[in-house]
């Protein structure tokens, strides 16, 4: 089968197409790739600077979606199956082998590039807001970095899961229209969104970091939460802890895949949670530029740029 190798740590433009053997592995599901995620885990993984790092060579690739070649009895899968699954590695190829507590059957109205989209940001959505913030029905919901991959899947696990209104914050004008579509309330630019929001947000996820931390924690209400899931800005704020204690106000790590992946059957609860929001067409991925399985060095490099709205995707098949 054709695949994608990291044999050497020198960034994106050192990947190869490679011919390889087809995964065999009798305990787990068998999958046809037809689309396969492409995230900033990967892009990192290519100079070494993940913290998974495989030996060389190996065939990145964590989240995919596809069809089920073959799947272990008694695992309520069969052969011709459409899913999206987490196989962890190895998904930037025509096959992989996925566990089946991390496999799951696609709605009929879901295309593999939304599937290949899903799991990834919005079991991160699910576990930051319901989880680890604990939405309550009617609460506003103010998300930084909105118009990207975390921030639109926040905008609609909010909605879906009773938050009365969802804020975007964004750096322009054209990702706030992005995200309003994908279902915000109302955006602010960046630049100022504290005077613009006042002091009336009860929950905020925020996968920036960097220098508007401080700002955000004045937007929080009695009782407010502020959700850390990531540092895209590339700075990590600190906290002046009295905010906390006067305020009454509470700074929340959000780590989904350290907590989620070594207890096996949670990610499938979240699923089950979620996928008739999926099925209904209420969660659904923003997807930005898709590329062929052979220029996944565009792909990544694409994110490396961060020119792309959106989930950029490998397509390796197209029928749906």
Known sequence: MRAIHISKLDGPEAIEVVDVPAPADDSKVLIDVKAAGVAFPELLQTR???QVKPPLPFIPGAEVAG?????PEGSGLVAGDRVCALPLLGGFAEQVVAQTDLTF???DSVSFEEGASFLFNYGTSYFALIERGHLAKGETVLIHGAAGGIGTSAIQVAKA????RVIAVVSTEEKGKIAVDAGADEFVLADGFKDAVGKNVDIIVDPVGGDRFTDSLRTLREHGRLLVIGF???????VAVNRLLLN???VTGVGWGAYCLPRPGHIAGEWAAMEPHLASGALKPVLG???ALEKATEALQCLESRSATGKVVLTVGTEN
């Open 48 to 50: 070494g600077l993940y």
């Open 67 to 71: 069809v089920v070649v073959s799947a």
């Open 105 to 107: 059957k696609l709605p």
């Open 161 to 164: 899961f009773g938050a009365g």
């Open 232 to 238: 895209t800005a590339g700075e990590i704020p600190t």
């Open 248 to 250: 009454n106000i509470s």
């Open 289 to 291: 530029p898709t590329f």
